[in-house]
């Protein structure tokens, strides 16, 4: 598969780029220390199109392609991962599913807000007793009249106190398993419908992480995203975008850590040289380019893939996996060739790896990955 970009594709990368050099490097150090949200970034980032960068622009996007999309979310994640992952759940967790499976009524009245910047959104997938193990949802959704009433709790929630619409899966049907899980789009301040604390935690702390918890939260029955006992299915659709996008900002932090090596070896001296002259410096640098470029081009492929309306689910779980641990491996590395300066904050490469692990974790844990990796292998899905 050969990735020579397009003029088009070249042009976006270029003003993610600018953008992000410009217009979030700046306060990324500060956002960081004190864990504040980036409002008025996000408010930008909606008005160049890159809140819903693949809508359809009916409803409020810029029509443009995944791979277009994943340059994007590199560059901006390059410079700030906690913007890249706000930005990411917009677009591919929130957007997409709501364009391919919402109803008229709710794409007029929510996605066009969302694809134009003008709200956030969230996905509400993990519960406290359901986090890998997604199809044990204990939230449910009962059916009363023109509503449903939602019970229960969701955790690690991106976006979860800044989002003004979320994507809620829950139980209408215990009976059935995972047939019996249906999406919802809730909107913030509903009646019985509240948010935790912001959670304390190792990176990406501009971004706003938190449980959910519904006490007989009433949603229009017109609120129910496709069809009922199809929130599954959804919810598993919609993640192998996504892991697409995590992918694009483990690279994006992977190749910041490669960026930031390289100009720190050339300028370090160490024995008499720059550090640079080293041979242990030289072939750190080496096995860090190369799994960039591996990332790179695995990332590329699950997008072109999904563009081109083939089958790229593995592709997504092989291009997360292995976007992921380069970015914690390139971040370890920059952090030895910085020396005592890489740990600490002055320089950059201490939030880097902090930053990455998450893509680890989240929008599947590399483990799941694997999972998802080997049943299409062995055929078993
Ligand atoms: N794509 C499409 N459909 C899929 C799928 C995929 N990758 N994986 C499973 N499915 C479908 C199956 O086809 C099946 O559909 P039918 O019943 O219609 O035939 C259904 O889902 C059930 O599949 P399985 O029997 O394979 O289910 P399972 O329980 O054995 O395993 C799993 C499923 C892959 C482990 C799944 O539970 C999973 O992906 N878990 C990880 C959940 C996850 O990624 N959570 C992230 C939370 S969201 C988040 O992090 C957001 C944030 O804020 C950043």
């Known amino acids: 598969?050969?990735?020579?970009?397009?003029?088009?594709?070249?042009?976006?990368?270029?003003?993610?780029?600018?953008?992000?050099?410009?217009?979030?490097?700046?306060?990324?150090?500060?956002?960081?220390?004190?864990?504040?949200?980036?409002?008025?970034?996000?408010?930008?980032?909606?008005?160049?199109g890159f809140m819903g960068m693949m809508v359809s622009p009916q409803y409020g996007g810029a029509g443009l392609d995944t791979v277009s999309y994943v340059l994007a979310v590199k560059e901006i994640s390059r410079v700030d991962a906690s913007v890249g992952v706000i930005m990411s759940v917009n677009n591919s967790l929130v957007c997409y599913g709501l364009e391919k499976y919402g109803s008229d009524f709710i794409k007029d009245k929510y996605l066009k807000a969302l694809a134009s910047g003008e709200k956030l959104g969230a996905f509400a997938l993990s519960e406290p007793e359901a986090g890998s193990d997604a199809t044990q949802q204990k939230t449910t959704a009962e059916g009363n009249g023109s509503c449903y009433v939602l019970n229960g709790t969701k955790n690690w929630i991106t976006n979860g106190q800044s989002a003004d619409y979320f994507l809620v899966m829950a139980t209408t049907d215990k009976s059935?398993?995972?047939?019996?899980?249906?999406?919802?789009?809730?909107?913030?301040?509903?009646?019985?419908?509240?948010?935790?604390?912001?959670?304390?935690?190792?990176?990406?702390?501009?971004?706003?992480?938190?449980?959910?918890m519904f006490s007989n939260c009433s949603v229009p029955k017109e609120n129910l995203v496709w069809e009922e006992g199809k929130g599954f299915n959804f919810a598993m659709d919609t993640l192998n975008g996504g892991r697409i996008g995590i992918a694009a900002q483990a690279l994006g932090i992977a190749e910041a850590s490669l960026e930031a090596s390289v100009n720190y070896s050339k300028q370090r001296k160490a024995f008499g040289s720059p550090i640079s002259d080293l041979q242990a410096i030289q072939f750190k640098i080496a096995d860090m380019a190369t799994k960039v470029d591996a990332a790179r081009l695995l990332t590329l492929q699950a997008a072109a893939l999904k563009d081109a309306h083939r089958k790229y689910y593995k592709e997504a779980a092989m291009a997360k996996l292995f976007a992921s641990k380069a970015a914690v491996e390139c971040a370890l590395e920059a952090i030895q060739i910085h020396g005592g300066y890489g740990y600490v904050r002055e320089y950059l490469v201490e939030r880097y790896l902090r930053d990455a692990k998450i893509t680890e974790i989240y929008e599947g844990t590399?483990?799941?990955?694997?999972?998802?990796?080997?049943?299409?292998?062995?055929?078993q899905k």
């Open 366 to 379: 590399s483990e799941i990955q694997k999972i998802v990796i080997s049943r299409a292998m062995l055929d």
């Open 176 to 212: 059935k398993g995972h047939k019996g899980i249906s999406t919802f789009l809730v909107e913030k301040g509903t009646p019985g419908f509240d948010h935790g604390l912001k959670e304390d935690k190792l990176g990406i702390k501009s971004s706003d992480t938190c449980s959910l």
């Open 1 to 48: 598969m050969r990735f020579d970009l397009t003029e088009d594709q070249l042009m976006i990368q270029q003003t993610a780029k600018e953008f992000a050099e410009s217009e979030i490097a700046p306060s990324a150090v500060e956002r960081d220390k004190k864990a504040e949200f980036p409002a008025e970034i996000i408010r930008k980032l909606g008005e160049l």
